[in-house]
C-alpha cells in the first residue's frame, strides 16, 4: 500500500505541474494485499478545457495553376487568414518570356524555373500543395474533382475530390489550333519549358539528319527549313532567336550545309507585330528581309501534313511547302474542363471565362478567374445610363447640372473607365466639354440635361472598352490586386473603399482592377530589340537590348534565377550557345 499512497501524494502534490494537454488524469492502483481496486480521476482539468476558446475556422482558398497569376496571388496573400491550397500539374513556375531563349540554348531550362515549394515556404504559413490536374468544377456544391499522373488512389484512377469556400482559376490557356488539320500531330507549341527543350532538340535533329551522306540536296534543303506560324511576339523572338543560334553558332559547325537553311514566318494579317506601333512593325519587316528570314504576310495556313504545310492567298491561292521543323504559335485557346465550367454557368458562347471588374467569375459565387483563362467583361455606361441619372440627380429634378455631374465624377471615372479614356481621345478638359457637345453652352453650372440629352452626351463612350491582352503582365498584376483585396476583405466589409453602387444602396467593397500597362519588348535578333513604353516612347537598338537584359533579370521570381539567368547570358557570350541533343 506504500506504492499507492506515495502515487496519490505525487498526484496530489503535482497537480500544479500536469503536463500541459492533458485534460483527465486517471490513476489505477492494485494493492495486493487486499486484491482491491482503487481509482482516483482528476476532474478539474474537464472545465478548463471547456473554457479554452476554440479558434475561428479559417475559409479555404484553393488556387489552380503555379503560371504569373497563380504564383503572384499567392506570393501576395497573407496565408494566415485563409486555409490556402494550391493544385497544379507542375510543381515549378516558370518565366515564360525567355522561353524562346531556351528554345535555341542561350538559357538553360532550369534557369528559369523556380519550384513552387520553395515559394511557399518562404510565405510561412501552412500552405498545401498537390501535383495534380483539375478536370471539373463543380460550382453547385463548391468542389474539384481532381486527378493526379504520378500516384493512385484505392480505386486506382488517381482521382480526389476538394472543396473550397473561394476558388481562384489561374489554369492559363493552350495554343489555338482554329481545328486545323495536321497541327496537334506535326507541330510544336512554346507554352511549357517542355515546349522549349523539345524544340531545342528538334533543331539540332534536323541539322544532324542534313548531315547525313546519302541524303541528296532536295532532302537537305527540306530538312533544313524552319516554319514558324504566327507573327506574334513569340513567333518573331522565336525566329529571331533561331536565326541567331544558327548564323552564330550552328554555322560554324556545320559548315557544308549551313547556306542551305531558310527560316519562314507565316502570318495571316498584313504584318507582323500588329499589337505594336507601326515604327516598330515596320523595323522588324525590314530587318528580318535583311537578315533572310522570309516573311509570308497575308498568308493562311490550312493544313499541315507531316512534310509539307498548305497555305493560301488570295493571289496566288493554296500553296504547298516542304519543311522540316515547324512551330505554331498563332493565339491562345480554352483548356477542355474550362470549357464545360463555362456550359455550367451560361457562358457557353464566350471564348474564355467572363468576370466583373473585381474579377469574380459572372454567375458563379465564390469563383475568381485571372490570367490568360479569363477576360473582364467591362460594364457598358449605356447599360446603367438611367441608373447613373438617378444617383447624380440628388435633388430629384429630372434634371443635372454641370456641378451635380461633377459631384459623381470620380467614381463613375472608376467604375466606368472608358469615360476618361473617351475625353481624353475627344481632347477633352473635363465633363464641361462633354456636356457642350451634346448641348450647347456648358459652361455653367446653371446649365440642365435632362435624361434625353445625358445619353446623348454618354452615347459614344462605350466605343473605348478595351480587352486586356493574354500577357504575363497582365496575369501577375491581376494575382497582385486579388491577394489585396483577400488580405483586406474582412476590414472592406465595414470600411468599403469602392466606388458608389450604381444599382443598389452604399459602396463596392473594394475599387476596380485596372491594368497599368509597363511597356512591351520584341526582341529582334543581332542583339536589337524594339520597346514600346508607357508615353509612346518607341525604343529600337542595341541600347534597348540592354534594357531587355536589365528588365528580365530584374523580374526573376528569385535571386536563385536571377543569378542562373545572368550567368547563362555570360556563359553565351564568352562559349556561345550548346548544341548537344539533351
Given at each position: 500500500?506504500?506504492?499507492?499512497?506515495?502515487?496519490?501524494?505525487?498526484?496530489?502534490?503535482?497537480?500544479?505541474?500536469?503536463r500541459?494537454?492533458?485534460?483527465?488524469l486517471?490513476?489505477?492502483?492494485?494493492?495486493?494485499s487486499s486484491?482491491?481496486l482503487v481509482a482516483?480521476?482528476?476532474?478539474?482539468s474537464?472545465?478548463?478545457?471547456?473554457?479554452?476558446?476554440?479558434?475561428?475556422?479559417?475559409?479555404?482558398?484553393?488556387?489552380?495553376?503555379?503560371?504569373w497569376?497563380g504564383?503572384?496571388?499567392?506570393?501576395n496573400?497573407?496565408?494566415?487568414?485563409?486555409d490556402?491550397?494550391v493544385i497544379s500539374?507542375?510543381?515549378?513556375?516558370a518565366?515564360?518570356?525567355l522561353l524562346?531563349?531556351?528554345?535555341?540554348?542561350?538559357?538553360e531550362?532550369?534557369?528559369?524555373?523556380?519550384?513552387?515549394?520553395?515559394?511557399?515556404?518562404?510565405k510561412?504559413?501552412?500552405i498545401?500543395?498537390?501535383?495534380?490536374?483539375?478536370?471539373?468544377?463543380?460550382?453547385?456544391?463548391?468542389?474539384?474533382h481532381?486527378?493526379?499522373?504520378?500516384?493512385t488512389n484505392?480505386?486506382?484512377?488517381?482521382?480526389?475530390?476538394?472543396?473550397?469556400?473561394?476558388?481562384?482559376?489561374?489554369?492559363?490557356?493552350?495554343t489555338?489550333?482554329?481545328?486545323?488539320?495536321?497541327?496537334?500531330?506535326n507541330?510544336?507549341?512554346?507554352?511549357?519549358?517542355?515546349?522549349?527543350?523539345?524544340?531545342?532538340?528538334?533543331?539540332?535533329?534536323?541539322?544532324?539528319?542534313a548531315?547525313?551522306?546519302?541524303?541528296?540536296?532536295?532532302?537537305r534543303?527540306?530538312?533544313?527549313?524552319?516554319v514558324?506560324?504566327?507573327?506574334?511576339?513569340?513567333?518573331?523572338?522565336f525566329?529571331?532567336s533561331?536565326?541567331d543560334f544558327?548564323?552564330e553558332?550552328?554555322?560554324?559547325?556545320?559548315?557544308?550545309?549551313?547556306?542551305?537553311?531558310?527560316?519562314?514566318?507565316?502570318e495571316?494579317?498584313?504584318?507582323?507585330?500588329?499589337?505594336f506601333?507601326?515604327?516598330i512593325?515596320?523595323?522588324?519587316?525590314?530587318?528580318?528581309?535583311?537578315?533572310?528570314i522570309?516573311?509570308?504576310?497575308?498568308?493562311?495556313?490550312?493544313?499541315?501534313?507531316?512534310?509539307a504545310i498548305?497555305?493560301?492567298?488570295p493571289a496566288?491561292?493554296?500553296?504547298?511547302?516542304?519543311?522540316g521543323?515547324?512551330?505554331?504559335?498563332?493565339?491562345?485557346?480554352?483548356?477542355?474542363?474550362?470549357?464545360?465550367?463555362?456550359?455550367q454557368i451560361?457562358?457557353?458562347?464566350?471564348?474564355v471565362?467572363?468576370?466583373d471588374?473585381?474579377?469574380?467569375?459572372?454567375e458563379?459565387?465564390?469563383?475568381y478567374?485571372i490570367?490568360?483563362?479569363a477576360?473582364?467583361n467591362?460594364?457598358?455606361?449605356?447599360?446603367?445610363?438611367?441608373?447613373?441619372?438617378?444617383?447624380?440627380?440628388?435633388?430629384?429634378s429630372?434634371?443635372?447640372?454641370?456641378k451635380e455631374?461633377?459631384?459623381?465624377?470620380?467614381?463613375?471615372?472608376?467604375?466606368y473607365?472608358?469615360?476618361?479614356?473617351?475625353l481624353?481621345?475627344?481632347?477633352?478638359n473635363?465633363?464641361?466639354?462633354?456636356?457642350?457637345?451634346?448641348?450647347?453652352?456648358?459652361?455653367?453650372?446653371?446649365?440642365?440635361?435632362?435624361?434625353?440629352?445625358?445619353?446623348?452626351?454618354?452615347?459614344?463612350?462605350?466605343?473605348?472598352?478595351?480587352?486586356?491582352?493574354?500577357?504575363?503582365?497582365?496575369?501577375?498584376?491581376?494575382?497582385q490586386?486579388?491577394?489585396?483585396?483577400?488580405n483586406?476583405?474582412k476590414?472592406?466589409?465595414?470600411?468599403?473603399?469602392?466606388?458608389?453602387?450604381?444599382?443598389g444602396?452604399?459602396?463596392?467593397?473594394?475599387?476596380?482592377?485596372?491594368?497599368?500597362h509597363?511597356g512591351?519588348?520584341?526582341?529582334?535578333?543581332?542583339?536589337?530589340?524594339?520597346?514600346?513604353?508607357?508615353?509612346?516612347?518607341?525604343?529600337?537598338?542595341?541600347?534597348?537590348?540592354?534594357?531587355?537584359?536589365?528588365v528580365?533579370?530584374?523580374k526573376?521570381?528569385?535571386?536563385?534565377?536571377?543569378?542562373?539567368?545572368?550567368?547563362?547570358?555570360t556563359r553565351?557570350?564568352?562559349f556561345g550557345?550548346?548544341?548537344?541533343?539533351?
Amino acid at each position: 500500500m506504500r506504492w499507492a499512497a506515495m502515487l496519490w501524494e505525487g498526484a496530489a502534490s503535482g497537480s500544479g505541474r500536469r503536463r500541459p494537454g492533458v485534460s483527465n488524469l486517471l490513476l489505477v492502483v492494485a494493492a495486493a494485499s487486499s486484491g482491491g481496486l482503487v481509482a482516483y480521476a482528476d476532474s478539474g482539468s474537464d472545465a478548463a478545457a471547456v473554457e479554452k476558446p476554440q479558434l475561428p475556422l479559417r475559409k479555404k482558398v484553393v488556387v489552380l495553376g503555379t503560371g504569373w497569376g497563380g504564383t503572384t496571388f499567392l506570393r501576395n496573400l497573407d496565408s494566415k487568414l485563409y486555409d490556402v491550397q494550391v493544385i497544379s500539374p507542375r510543381n515549378y513556375f516558370a518565366f515564360t518570356p525567355l522561353l524562346p531563349s531556351v528554345t535555341s540554348g542561350t538559357v538553360e531550362p532550369r534557369s528559369i524555373v523556380e519550384p513552387i515549394r520553395r515559394i511557399l515556404e518562404k510565405k510561412g504559413g501552412e500552405i498545401k500543395f498537390w501535383e495534380a490536374e483539375c478536370f471539373k468544377i463543380d460550382p453547385k456544391n463548391k468542389k474539384i474533382h481532381c486527378r493526379s499522373n504520378i500516384g493512385t488512389n484505392l480505386d486506382g484512377n488517381g482521382e480526389f475530390l476538394v472543396d473550397y469556400d473561394y476558388l481562384v482559376v489561374a489554369v492559363g490557356a493552350r495554343t489555338n489550333t482554329f481545328n486545323t488539320p495536321g497541327v496537334v500531330e506535326n507541330c510544336h507549341f512554346l507554352k511549357e519549358v517542355e515546349d522549349a527543350q523539345k524544340i531545342r532538340r528538334s533543331v539540332m535533329d534536323c541539322f544532324e539528319r542534313a548531315s547525313l551522306p546519302f541524303l541528296d540536296e532536295e532532302e537537305r534543303k527540306k530538312n533544313l527549313h524552319f516554319v514558324v506560324v504566327g507573327g506574334g511576339p513569340t513567333g518573331v523572338e522565336f525566329a529571331a532567336s533561331l536565326h541567331d543560334f544558327v548564323t552564330e553558332d550552328l554555322s560554324k559547325l556545320y559548315p557544308s550545309i549551313q547556306h542551305l537553311v531558310k527560316i519562314s514566318l507565316i502570318e495571316a494579317a498584313d504584318h507582323i507585330l500588329t499589337m505594336f506601333d507601326k515604327r516598330i512593325t515596320n523595323f522588324a519587316e525590314d530587318k528580318f528581309g535583311r537578315d533572310g528570314i522570309d516573311v509570308k504576310t497575308g498568308f493562311k495556313v490550312v493544313k499541315v501534313a507531316k512534310d509539307a504545310i498548305t497555305m493560301q492567298n488570295p493571289a496566288t491561292g493554296d500553296i504547298s511547302v516542304p519543311y522540316g521543323m515547324a512551330v505554331w504559335s498563332t493565339g491562345i485557346g480554352t483548356r477542355p474542363f474550362i470549357v464545360e465550367f463555362m456550359k455550367q454557368i451560361g457562358q457557353a458562347n464566350r471564348r474564355v471565362l467572363a468576370t466583373d471588374e473585381w474579377l469574380r467569375v459572372r454567375e458563379c459565387d465564390g469563383v475568381y478567374a485571372i490570367g490568360d483563362c479569363a477576360t473582364i467583361n467591362q460594364r457598358k455606361v449605356m447599360e446603367d445610363i438611367s441608373e447613373i441619372f438617378r444617383v447624380a440627380d440628388k435633388d430629384k429634378s429630372g434634371t443635372l447640372t454641370v456641378k451635380e455631374i461633377q459631384d459623381v465624377l470620380d467614381d463613375i471615372y472608376v467604375r466606368y473607365p472608358q469615360v476618361q479614356l473617351y475625353l481624353k481621345s475627344k481632347q477633352m478638359n473635363g465633363i464641361a466639354d462633354l456636356v457642350r457637345s451634346a448641348k450647347g453652352d456648358a459652361e455653367k453650372e446653371s446649365v440642365e440635361l435632362n435624361i434625353e440629352e445625358f445619353k446623348k452626351a454618354l452615347s459614344l463612350v462605350d466605343s473605348q472598352v478595351k480587352f486586356l491582352p493574354a500577357t504575363a503582365q497582365v496575369a501577375s498584376q491581376q494575382g497582385q490586386y486579388l491577394a489585396r483585396c483577400f488580405n483586406k476583405m474582412k476590414d472592406a466589409e465595414e470600411n468599403p473603399e469602392g466606388p458608389i453602387r450604381i444599382r443598389g444602396e452604399g459602396r463596392h467593397r473594394f475599387r476596380p482592377f485596372r491594368y497599368r500597362h509597363l511597356g512591351q519588348f520584341a526582341p529582334l535578333g543581332g542583339e536589337q530589340t524594339a520597346a514600346q513604353l508607357p508615353g509612346d516612347w518607341i525604343s529600337i537598338g542595341h541600347s534597348t537590348q540592354w534594357l531587355w537584359y536589365s528588365v528580365y533579370a530584374t523580374k526573376q521570381i528569385s535571386w536563385r534565377t536571377r543569378m542562373l539567368v545572368v550567368s547563362d547570358w555570360t556563359r553565351r557570350f564568352i562559349f556561345g550557345r550548346d548544341s548537344s541533343c539533351i
